[in-house]
């Protein structure tokens, strides 16, 4: 990928894009009049197709009400799994093993309500000491609601050095006290992207079955799913899939675990023709669909369906070559233009380990969130020391990548962060 030869001019930002196959899909989102959003592994920005397929929804439910279950735009009764087969491709699985239903921290609870079957000594769950704490929390209660011990129960690898966690570490830990293993593809902190083809086969190996939370992956890396042989993964559509705030998260089973009784059972995962004969006994479908509980969240489905044709035009392949090219660009100029002003840069380097985002470390980095955000810039910060910049490639320029670092570069010169208070807002 960093076969180009980089250049610190802003004519070197204007020649990247303009050689740039994706840079129409620009105008196809509402960017900020006058700033430069670097927030998308956060909260994705709107885009007109979303919007359009959300009033789309809207409007049938104002002009034919309960019929738009049925005979809307977008028949509501099946939105679920139309967009799990849209999703599939982005994921790498078969288009039935895709659902999109929950939450993440929800979809969570259901793979291990249904897939954490503790035995004989087989009893504990795998994570580790930097995963995002919702994970973490839905992990400890599914321990507590079996009796175990949420602490003893939950191994958690350690980091080496408190970004990344080492692939010969998790392996290391395999044993056949594991039951369970739920990794993240790439890490909300450092940006690290896992070998889960090397991880699931590991895990199959010591018979453990394993999971990955494809939160920060998602829209901007591909995945092989079905091919891997992945048993099941989860993930929101609120960050790089631009399905807005809240929006309805998905989940992925293997084939080989259909027919598996949900831990969570609801109505909305019956047979589909079964589901209305109202019947106390429950039919599960035979698909990923059976992991539904209850009625779908419509209008925080909508605008994913029209946010997700622009994956389709644009190709997952594409969206990672991009999105690589614009996070190279950005930390060749933060080495070259910010070398001596106390940043480090805390993903790893190599592509085939770094996701969408680049982290950027430094002691003051609360304070220069806010001056970057008083200048038009979003980027966002993560407690103690880090400032994710996060350039999207369906909606930022290498152009942008430039202003960014231009303006983070005067901001330093100038000291221009120390007039604000050090101290993060309840929502960093
Ligand atoms: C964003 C994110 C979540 C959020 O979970 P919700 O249930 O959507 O609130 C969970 N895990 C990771 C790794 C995330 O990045």
């Known amino acids: 990928m960093s076969n180009y030869l980089f250049s610190p001019s802003k004519d070197f930002a204007s020649l990247l894009d303009s050689q740039d196959p994706l840079a129409h899909f620009r105008n196809e989102f509402y960017l900020h009049p006058d700033g430069i959003y670097l927030d998308g592994n956060s909260l994705g920005l709107t885009s007109k197709r979303a919007e359009k397929t959300l009033l789309e929804c809207f409007e049938d439910w104002k002009t034919i009400g309960i019929d738009g279950w049925s005979q809307g735009t977008h028949p509501w009764f099946y939105i679920s799994e139309k967009l799990g087969e849209q999703m599939a491709p982005l994921v790498g699985a078969h288009a039935d093993e895709v659902i999109v239903t929950g939450s993440t921290t929800s979809n969570l609870h259901q793979i291990l309500a249904t897939f954490y079957k503790p035995e004989g000594k087989r009893t504990k769950i795998m994570a580790n000491e930097l995963d995002f704490p919702t994970d973490i929390y839905a992990i400890q209660s599914q321990l507590r609601m079996h009796g175990y011990d949420h602490e003893k129960h939950l191994i958690r690898i350690k980091s080496r050095d408190g970004l990344t966690i080492a692939e010969d570490d998790i392996i290391a830990a395999m044993s056949d006290e594991i039951a369970v293993i739920i990794m993240p593809a790439v890490f909300y902190r450092s940006g690290q992207l896992l070998d889960m083809k090397r991880l699931t086969e590991e895990a199959h190996k010591h018979g453990i079955l394993i999971g990955f939370d494809g939160c920060h992956s998602v829209g901007s890396v591909p995945h092989y799913f079905s091919d891997w042989d992945v048993d099941f993964a989860f993930w929101c559509n609120y960050k790089y899939l631009n399905a807005g705030p809240g929006g309805v998260g998905s989940l992925y089973v293997n084939r080989k675990h259909f027919g598996t009784y949900p831990g969570l059972a609801g109505w909305f995962g019956s047979d589909k023709e079964k589901q209305f004969e109202m019947a106390h006994e429950f039919v599960p479908t035979h698909d990923a669909g059976a992991y539904q509980v209850g009625t779908p969240h419509i209008l925080s489905l909508a605008p994913l369906i029209g946010s997700l044709e622009m994956f389709h035009e644009a190709g997952i392949d594409q969206i990672r070559k991009k999105s690589l090219q614009l996070t190279r660009y950005m930390m060749d100029l933060i080495k070259n233009e910010l070398g001596d002003v106390g940043f480090t840069i805390g993903n ?27 200048r038009g810039i979003t ?43 050090n101290k993060r807002g309840v929502i960093a």
């Open 348 to 374: 790893p380097d190599e592509d085939h380990l770094r996701g969408g985002h680049v982290c950027l470390q430094h002691e003051e980095a609360v304070r220069i969130c806010k001056a970057l955000k008083d």
């Open 379 to 421: 980027p966002d910060f993560r407690a103690p020391n880090i400032v994710r910049l996060a350039p999207v490639a369906l909606y930022n320029s290498y152009t942008e990548v430039y202003e960014s670092v231009q303006t983070l570069k005067k901001i330093m010169a100038e000291k221009a962060y120390e007039i604000y208070e």
